[in-house]
């Protein structure tokens, strides 16, 4: 009957406004308090979202400091430094650190083979990548390929053809890859880029080389003398201070004919 006397017998102590029910009270009160209660999925899921754009990384490892988009992701990260292996197969004593994993491991003992290579257009080829069979040789070297198109790619060695060149500055290669790694020269693109400082590179050996610094790992180590460093340059040049190393240096020249100190 409110509805037609416009009586409001609930008021607000802040601010006056009176209503006709208590909810209408209670949903006003809100506007004092702050109080949301109601919340969208849809845009807790946005955020997660943008994080693709942004590259927000909220979640950081304690640990080594490597950071991530989501705390389930951080989760499974945290397990290689627990060792901790949650997910356990009914069938035998392997426990793996993730479910996809346990999945996979599961199709030793099902025999299930859901993933079918996608050149195993020709069986016959496809299964020379566990064989080590290579009918395709050189005839000039006796180097032996799995396929007739590697045979095709390296003769070029041996002809000398250069099919493929660079119309900014008529550099040729006998590969298409080496030309594309060749053009970052011109277009300046930097596509491998370290995900702990942001810095680029143009070819995915020096990003390699570059993240050692971060690692503090050795990725080269002399034969010779046991000297370790993070460039392969030095190891090839033998361009560090070993005795041992400079002598055998001195050495080969005897060998190879080098001269490379000239009378200016």
Do not use: W
Request: aromatic share 8%; charged share 35%.
């Amino acid at each position: 009957m409110r509805i037609h006397t416009e009586e409001r017998p609930y008021k607000c102590e802040e601010c006056g406004y009176s209503c006709k029910l208590r909810c209408h009270l209670k949903r006003h009160m809100r506007i004092h308090t702050g109080e949301r209660p109601y919340k969208c999925e849809l845009s807790v899921d946005l955020n997660i979202h943008m994080r693709i754009h942004t590259g927000e990384r909220p979640y950081k490892c304690e640990v080594c400091s490597k950071a991530f988009k989501h705390s389930g992701n951080l989760n499974k990260h945290m397990r290689t430094h627990t060792g901790e292996r949650p997910y356990k197969c009914e069938v035998c004593d392997n426990s793996c650190k993730t479910s996809d994993h346990l999945k996979i491991h599961m199709m030793i003992h099902t025999g299930e083979k859901p993933y079918k290579c996608e050149r195993s257009y020709d069986l016959k080829t496809h299964m020379r990548i566990h064989t080590g069979e290579r009918p395709y040789k050189c005839e000039e070297c006796g180097n032996a390929f799995k396929e007739s198109c590697d045979l095709k790619i390296h003769m070029r060695i041996h002809t000398g053809e250069r099919p493929y060149k660079c119309e900014e500055c008529g550099y040729a290669c006998n590969q298409r890859s080496s030309l594309k790694r060749h053009m970052r020269i011109h277009t300046e693109e930097k596509p491998y880029k370290c995900e702990e400082c942001g810095y680029s590179f143009k070819h995915s050996s020096q990003l390699k080389d570059h993240m050692t610094i971060h690692t503090g790992g050795k990725l080269y180590k002399c034969e010779e003398c046991c000297y370790e460093c993070n460039q392969s340059r030095y190891i090839q040049e033998k361009d560090h201070s070993s005795v041992k190393c400079v002598a055998i240096h001195q050495h080969m020249r005897k060998h190879t004919g080098e001269r490379p100190y000239k009378c200016k």
